[in-house]
């Protein structure tokens, strides 16, 4: 037909040429709106391709059949296709269940045997800091939502305050001027001007046209990207220059069969001012630096960060349902299956982004932010914890897990738990109030890790159905082993341990047999002159030496004890073989053995102290000897403590004092 056309005149081929032109750069500058049009071919391509292979040869047997019979029984087969297909693949999910598997397959997953402790502990749930953001800003702005980031060593909420929605002109016109960044461990979160950061961006979540972000991504993409990479979560953070940048996740799909996402690097945003010049790179290339996830080992700010896109991660959680195999998570198995839980007053689901350090784990995972899951199992009666999962927040390609339930914890779930903090305060008005976002709390208490779950309780309006942060928000600390419930002081973090301590001790100590911890420390010299004082005012009568020497006694027995806790001298204990250990380009260790010299079972841990060549302790550290258990009389047991290289530097000795339990 075209070239017919073509064929007329000077007139039509001058037609055709303009046209031509014009689809092209119809083609180029709007392929941001067609690009969800080339991801979705991408993502269904193995069903596209074969529907349309049986559509074709079912119509080319139809045409060709003469019989009304045969023609009604193509048309039978046709439809029974198509509705198994459907029926399997969307109706019954089996899509998505092939496709979790293909996550399942190529990640690399890693078991730990011991927890991680949580560290810089978040007091605030991501609907508070939301809902107290949106009330420091005025009718013709909006805040973006919060994202837990890594700003200059400190873990912050950051958050474009941008041009509302609503008014659609100031989306075309207006720049977004400002970004929250607000501490995440403080107790009373400002929004006042020191924590709202002057910064130009021109593009925005909720700007229009050219200047919104996922626009201005898209036409950034090569046009192998177009079909294999989607914009995802942004996040607001400063480079290794100490500028404000936009940092937009990109989800890559990969495979053939049944194509899973993963992590596919992140598109860095630089600030700047809308002008004309922008508009042009806009429309034609885009904005962003594209940075693979291989190329972010080389730009520090964005290691141990969190870049991660939350529908990656979530998808890689759930794929730990295969660990009991292909079949297992089918309805008539399930014996490991796993789900993701989903609190239903709960407007923040898993993942909860949290700070994990990881040195005393013994395997080669950073310090810093992850995207922690709690599996519990497929049935809704069901709601112990079976495992904790770790995502590297910043896109790195392992996922670790430890497995509560073949170690027969008994630990109860993240939903378990509103019910047992409802059923600590019945005074509360629970219509109103909600207890919400139970992450993680995982401290070394009382001689051993103990796991606990951080809530909090935040009120709701019915007419907004959006949770009103506080300055002092209720906390409550669950013990997923005991469901005990511990209400803590949100405005004293220091004192949370002690609160748990003084409130499970007695339990603790009756089940488990531990000693006494928290004890307020006097120093023995000090309780000796207290006594010695005392026997000023004792009268001078005759059985006046024999007070003295109850006294003395009870001097003797306050000394005993303090020796008792105090560290074993070194002819009670030897310290052999101390090295380090480097073999993990990760984690370096110092390894040594512990020699009991005495008659007796010894039982212990040892503090390292990392001295340089001045002689100053530049690094203090606290491990266990034999794992925790009894050495026996003369026998040699193994330490280790393994920690960041950068640890080491100017180390040139160590000293091992080794403390009695």
Known sequence: MIKNYWKKGGKQKRIVIIGLLVLIITLFVL??????????????????????????????????????????????????????LYIAGW???????????????????????????????????????????????GETKDVSLPHLVRVDGLNKWTMAIQPTEKYVWQGMSDNTEEVFAVSSTTPFPRFSSENRISVTFSIGESLKFSRNTYNAVVQRFNPWMLFNYEPSDTFYMKNDSGKWVEVVSLIKWKGFLFPYPTFGGVMVVDSGEHDFNDYLE???????????????QNHPYLTKQNTLSEKVSR????????????????????????????????????????DFDFSDTKVSAYSGLYHWFGLEPVGDERTSLTYSVFV??????????????????????????????IESRKEYDWSVNKPVEFRPYIKDIAGRKRMFFLGTVSAIRDESAQFDGSATPDLALIDSEYRDVVWIDAKHPSQWEKTVYDQLNE?????????????????????????????KSIPAVDKESLQIEKLQRQIDSIKALEVEKSIIKSVDISVENVKIKKDNEFAWAVVG????????????????????????????AMTKVNDGDFINSNQASNFEYYTEPENFKGVTDFSIDFIKE
């Open 282 to 296: 806009r429309v034609t290339i885009g904005k962003g630096t594209f940075i693979s996830p291989v190329e972010m």
């Open 593 to 620: 053995m512990i020699r009991n010299l005495t008659s007796s079972k010894l039982k212990g841990y040892i503090k390292i102290k990392f001295i340089n060549d001045k002689g100053d302790i530049v690094y203090n």
């Open 315 to 354: 998808l890689q959680a759930e794929s730990l349902k295969f660990l009991g195999g292909f079949s297992d998570p089918l309805p008539w198995n399930m014996k490991t299956a796993v789900k993701i839980p989903n609190l239903p007053n709960d407007q923040n689901q898993q993942p909860f982004v949290t």
């Open 91 to 137: 109706h019954f999910k089996m899509y998505d269940y092939m496709k979790t598997y293909n996550v399942f397959n190529n990640l690399n997953k890693i078991e730990i045997n011991e927890l991680p402790l949580t560290q810089n502990e978040r007091i605030q749930p991501l609907r508070n800091i939301y809902s107290m953001a949106n009330e420091s800003v």
């Open 507 to 535: 339990a603790w100590r009756s089940s488990e047999g531990i000693g006494y911890y928290f004890v307020d420390e006097t120093k023995t010299i000090e309780t000796a002159q207290k006594i010695l004082d005392s026997i």
């Open 392 to 421: 590297p927040a910043d896109g790195t390609d392992a996922l670790y897990y430890y497995d509560h339930a073949s170690k027969k914890q008994g630990y109860a779930g993240v939903s378990a738990m509103p019910l047992k903090v």
């Open 31 to 84: 392929r941001d709106d067609y690009q969800p049009a080339l991801l979705f071919v991408r993502k269904y391509i193995f069903v596209i391709l074969l529907s349309a292979i049986v559509l074709f040869f079912g119509l080319r047997r139809f045409r060709n059949t003469a019989s009304g019979g045969s023609r009604i029984g193509v048309l039978v087969m046709m439809m029974l296709f198509f509705g198994t």
